[in-house]
């Protein structure tokens, strides 16, 4: 397969998780009136469809460093599609928050994998703008999923957002089957054996300056995902829009990853990795300031409460594929498990904020103003010492 259509059908795949936690966030209110459940439960079929995801997001990359990146990818998608088919059918609230564990279990490996096929496939510089072209593109899903599902939930319900997703997935696993090659050749992968897995995670975990980096990389995100996990509200009850209008949030978050991103891929070789890092984590601090001044003076409204939410993501998108970048190159000889824990603790921080971070911050902008303060604090401290512990490492290191 040529490269265009490579990172094309790698960013489809990046796109099937994120496209099915923000396509679902219209139909929370439905699903509750449905199965006659309060606002806090129908908070839980996201929340476990996180948790699932996180968690399974450990073991795709060791499983295609094991049998190759191919079947894990065509294994993943099948499962996939059949949730999504049994989550449209969900006779109960129980069998939804089965079905929606299994889609979160099965969602994650186009993202880990693809990952891997990227470091299998380029190097250097190539890296990083092949991975900022897939954040690019994958930036679409959010942007379109909560308009396709908001329209989708007024018109026909919120089941046919999830028969949808079945027939992506679908599409997906006939494209994968079909085209899709194999990027690890036998030679490279590690035999599945128990000790040795648990040996090569136990060195990972052991790199400190790996640790901090995939820590730094997942609270940089972490105020995406404070308001991406709060969106129903803070479009409804904040801004005071319909059920139809998450184009008035989700827009400028993706339109400032579109444009972070394509700058990140310019920048890779123009001024290298690590500058272009802590441009965008300056910018994230910058938009996370604003977005307190603003709060802390005005009463959100449309549109300025949304432009340092625009900035933020900026600045966000600009540096995570130089952290991603860098945070892989550590480890080299276990791609597919990097690009796991990378993606593990990215998706938990999630999927915690997510789940405990609402109840705090619900109809209180200045709040999540707070929150997105906070996870650009943590995610600069803990960069800045990952960059700290590598000079040190390189002085004591002959």
């Known amino acids: 397969m040529k490269t265009r259509p490579l990172v094309l059908l790698l960013a489809a795949l990046s796109m099937l998780g994120p496209f099915a936690t923000d396509s679902y966030l219209p139909a929370l209110p439905g699903v509750g009136r449905q199965f006659n459940i309060s606002p806090e439960l129908a908070q839980m ?111 026909f319900g919120w089941r046919a957002i999830f028969a949808l997703l079945a027939v992506f997935a679908a599409a997906l696993l006939v494209i994968c089957a079909r085209w899709l090659p194999e990027s690890l050749p036998l030679a490279g992968r590690h035999p599945f054996h128990l000790r040795a897995i648990v040996r090569n995670y136990m060195a990972a975990l052991g790199h400190r300056q790996f640790v901090l980096a995939i820590l730094a990389n997942g609270f940089a995100f972490a105020g995406f995902a404070l308001y991406i996990s709060c969106s129903a509200n803070f479009v409804m009850h904040i801004l005071h829009q319909p059920d139809t209008a998450f184009a008035w949030l989700f827009v400028p978050m993706i339109g400032g990853v579109v444009v972070g991103s394509a700058c990140s891929a310019r920048c890779a070789t123009r001024f290298g990795s690590i500058l272009t890092v802590y441009l965008g984590l300056a910018t994230t601090a910058f938009g996370a300031l604003l977005n307190l001044a603003y709060n802390a003076v005005y009463v959100a409204a449309l549109p300025w409460a949304v432009v340092p939410i625009f900035v933020y993501a900026t600045g966000m998108a600009l540096a995570m594929p130089g952290m991603s970048a860098i945070a892989q190159s550590l480890l080299p000889g276990l791609r597919g498990m990097v690009a796991s824990l990378q993606n593990f603790v990215q998706m938990f921080i999630f999927a915690l904020v997510a789940g405990c971070a609402p109840p705090f911050v619900f109809d209180s902008p200045w709040r999540m103003a707070q929150g997105l303060a906070i996870a650009v604090a943590l995610g600069l401290c803990l960069w800045r010492a990952s960059t700290a512990l590598a000079r040190k490492t390189s002085r004591v290191t002959p």
């Open 45 to 155: 079929t996201l929340s476990v469809y996180l948790f699932s995801y996180s968690v399974m997001t450990l073991f795709y990359g060791m499983l295609s460093d094991s049998f190759g990146r191919r079947p894990v990818i065509v294994g993943a998608l099948s499962m996939f599609a059949v949730a999504s088919l049994g989550a449209t059918l969900a006779p109960s609230f129980s069998a939804l928050l089965a079905f929606r564990a299994l889609q979160g279990l099965s969602a994650g490996a186009g993202m880990v994998v693809g990952q891997a096929i990227v470091r299998d496939t380029f190097t250097g510089p190539a890296v990083q703008r092949t991975l900022a072209n897939i954040m690019m593109m994958f930036a679409i899903a959010p942007a379109v999923a909560p308009v396709i599902g908001g329209q989708l939930n007024a018109a």
